[in-house]
């Protein structure tokens, strides 16, 4: 599936609404208590146009770009983060790899390589391998020292990850991550959808 055939995909007017961002700040779920600093915000949006510290991208296991989110970063970086990627020789489905952001407003991209959904096989297990996307990802963030990072919606797009389970493993992995690190450098997470679902799915989890 492309992005074109995805009808629930925001129109350019929607997406430029960037007031409709919603922040909230993570809450320990055992202790009922604030995570210190850290806030997470859900937004409609082009993750190609955010002024962060690190994107993550959607890409392929070869990190030689693609379509969906992967395409588009691609395009906005230019030609010099084809370059850096192809020295990397890939990355393993589940890890995360990291580079320069070239001509894009953040500082590098994350690169994690998401599971593609397929009807057979464990539920679990195929959430344990998004979960791995989501983790590997904050603590390369992390080991950088990176204090703001936004995620696209991993495997929802051409990996066909139903939304609604994405979105549990995402939410519940950054959540996990915030309760068991208490002083990360990290402290702004944003979670950037580009069709009206997703945004839906989290906006249930979150607020
Ligand atoms: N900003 C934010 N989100 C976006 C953008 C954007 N500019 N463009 C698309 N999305 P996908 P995957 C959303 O297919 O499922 C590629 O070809 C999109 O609506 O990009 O992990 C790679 O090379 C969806 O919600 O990634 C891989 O081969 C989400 O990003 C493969 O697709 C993820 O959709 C990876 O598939």
């Given at each position: 599936m492309t992005d074109e055939?995805?009808?629930?995909?925001?129109?350019?007017?929607e997406l430029g609404k960037i007031s409709d961002v919603l922040s909230v700040s993570l809450v320990n779920r055992e202790t009922?208590?604030?995570?210190?600093?850290?806030?997470?915000?859900?937004?409609?949006?082009?993750?190609?146009?955010?002024?962060v510290d690190v994107v993550v991208n959607a890409a392929h296991d070869d990190l030689t770009g693609g379509g969906g989110v992967d395409g588009a970063i691609h395009k906005a970086s230019g030609q010099k983060l084809l370059g850096e990627c192809l020295n990397l020789y890939g990355c393993p489905q589940g890890e995360a790899r990291i580079t320069g952001a070239y001509n894009m407003p953040s500082k590098y991209i994350i690169h994690t390589v998401g599971p593609v959904w397929t009807p057979a096989g464990s539920i679990k297990e195929k959430k344990e391998r998004l979960r791995n996307c989501y983790r590997s990802c904050l603590v390369m963030a992390e080991l950088q020292g990176l204090k703001s990072i936004a995620f696209p919606c991993i495997s929802t797009g051409a990996y066909c990850f139903p939304k609604d389970i994405a979105a549990e493993v995402a939410v519940e992995t950054i959540r996990d991550f915030f309760n068991l690190y208490v002083n990360t450098y990290l402290d702004l997470v944003k979670i950037v959808c580009f069709d009206s679902q997703n945004f839906e799915e989290y906006k249930k989890l979150l607020f």
């Open positions: 055939d995805n009808v629930d995909i925001f129109s350019p007017e009922n208590k604030r995570t210190p600093y850290v806030d997470i915000e859900l937004m409609r949006g082009d993750i190609t146009q955010l002024e």
